[in-house]
């Protein structure tokens, strides 16, 4: 069976102080050793204080973002090398806010994917359509693209390290969850793309998370599908709380 994985998508919030508690906290509920895989990403200039906060815990430190140079003139970016300087061993990429509201393309979430692996941290890869691709029935077309343009060039052997995420846009922020049967379908269609491009048993080891309005009193039902193996977390994760009773949910079906 897949290890279900809770992941908390901080975003660009919180100040040192606040993420430094809310980490501690969520560290207090997470010994080493669970039976769950949990990470937060934080915003990047909080890394090593969270670093520190969730040290000896079971939680690991994600990023939100990497650019896929090593070093160089790119004012304003952080490499990977950076992320792991100071504790990361994750990294969240193609995400919704990257593609929409930053511009991200394909081909340049591609290049941050096969970047991020082979930094040798682990990439969770997002995916998701808008809102009008879904009333256009153009949901799975839409999906099969993106994983398409985003793991070209991804051999089997890196999917190890690699865990896809779905995030319906239209979810996201907005109260308005998927429901179980629409993350479902989403996710079955990402796990055929996987066994079609790379086999089954890629498929069936490559764990798929939902994303997009996860609360404590929905994320049950959406991580009890068959094809969801768990959440990435965006404004609930802001709530130790919340968070927790999520990676607790979680727990109750591993
Ligand atoms: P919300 O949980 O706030 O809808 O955000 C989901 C998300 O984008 C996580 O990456």
């Not at 279900?4 to 560290?27: I, P, Y």
């Not at 793991?151 to 999917?159: M, R, Y």
């Not at 796990?191 to 009193?217: F, Q």
Request: glycine share 12%; aromatic share 6%.
């Amino acid at each position: 069976m897949r290890r279900l994985f809770v992941a908390g998508n901080w975003k660009m919030n919180t100040t040192k102080e606040s993420g430094v508690a809310l980490a501690k906290e969520v560290a207090a509920a997470v010994p080493s050793g669970g039976s769950v895989d949990v990470m937060v990403a934080p915003p990047f200039p909080y890394s090593s204080a969270i670093h520190e906060a969730i040290a000896g815990s079971g939680v690991e430190l994600g990023a939100q973002n990497l650019w896929y140079e090593p070093s160089g003139a790119f004012t304003g970016e952080v490499s990977a090398d950076m992320l792991k300087d100071v504790g990361c061993a994750q990294v969240i990429l193609g995400h919704s806010e990257r593609r929409h509201v930053l511009g991200e393309s394909d081909e340049v979430i591609n290049k941050k994917n096969h970047r991020g692996l082979e930094a040798g941290l682990h990439v969770v890869f997002c995916v998701g359509e808008q809102l009008d691709d879904r009333d256009g029935g153009r949901t799975d077309a839409v999906l099969s693209t993106q994983l398409e343009g985003g793991l070209t060039g991804v051999e089997g052997g890196q999917f190890a390290n690699l865990t896809v995420a779905y995030e319906p846009v239209w979810a996201i922020g907005t109260g308005r969850t998927a429901s179980p049967e629409q993350a479902e379908a989403a996710h079955a269609h990402i796990r055929g793309w996987l066994r079609e491009h790379y086999g089954a048993e890629i498929a069936d080891s490559t764990r798929i998370l939902y994303g997009g309005s996860v609360k404590p009193d929905n994320a049950a039902e959406l991580i009890g599908q068959d094809n969801v193996d768990g959440a990435l977390v965006g404004g609930a994760s802001l709530k130790a709380d919340q968070f927790i009773a999520i990676i607790q949910a979680a727990q109750g079906l591993s």
